[in-house]
């Protein structure tokens, strides 16, 4: 593997988020960002100097590109991934992969035929206290689970 490994993200919201990880990670280069919102776009050149692009298709065609970030609005997540994972990339994808349970079957199916890594963002799954629900609720001491109702006080 080389020794830095290049990273684009497409969707300048959330995506900000995984531009600043990509800089200051070890190994992680941000070659490109891509965004149909210029303004949006216009302003990550101006903090990341790096590529820009507003064509994800385009963007695709970077060689130098290893791995693609994908944080556009949810229910995009898996046409997007299976593009760039047939365009030879490696992808990490904001949560929700998909809103449709089939779509990231056909996500991780596109992955494994193609051998690239996926990676899903669930940045809270390690928090202590969802670990401590998860085991309540796995070892059945709520009974049987039909709903939930949750606060997140943030
Ligand atoms: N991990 C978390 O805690 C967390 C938090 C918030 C949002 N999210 C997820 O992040 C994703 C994005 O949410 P957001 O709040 O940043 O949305 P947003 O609408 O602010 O940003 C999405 C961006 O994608 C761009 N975009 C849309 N279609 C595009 C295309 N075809 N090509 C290029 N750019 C395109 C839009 O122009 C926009 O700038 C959602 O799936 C959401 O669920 C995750």
Sequence with gaps: ???EVGFAVVGLGMGKHHCRSIISGKGAKLIA????????????KEDY??????????????????????????????????????AGKHIIVEKPADIKPEKIDLLREA???????????????????????????????????IGIRGHLPW
């Excluded at 100097?49 to 970077?62: A, I």
């Design 1 to 3: 593997m080389a020794d």
């Design 33 to 44: 960002i891509c965004d149909l919102d210029e303004e949006r776009l216009s302003k990550g």
């Design 49 to 86: 100097n790096c590529r820009t692009y507003v064509s994800f298709d385009e963007m695709l065609n970077d060689p130098e590109i290893a791995c693609v970030n994908i944080a556009v609005p949810s229910g995009m997540h898996s046409d997007m991934g299976i593009q760039a994972i047939e």
């Design 111 to 145: 992955g494994e035929k193609k051998g690239v890594k996926i990676g899903c963002i669930f940045q809270a799954r390690l928090d202590p206290l969802n670990i401590a629900g998860r085991d309540a609720i796995q070892g059945g001491r709520r009974g049987r689970l």
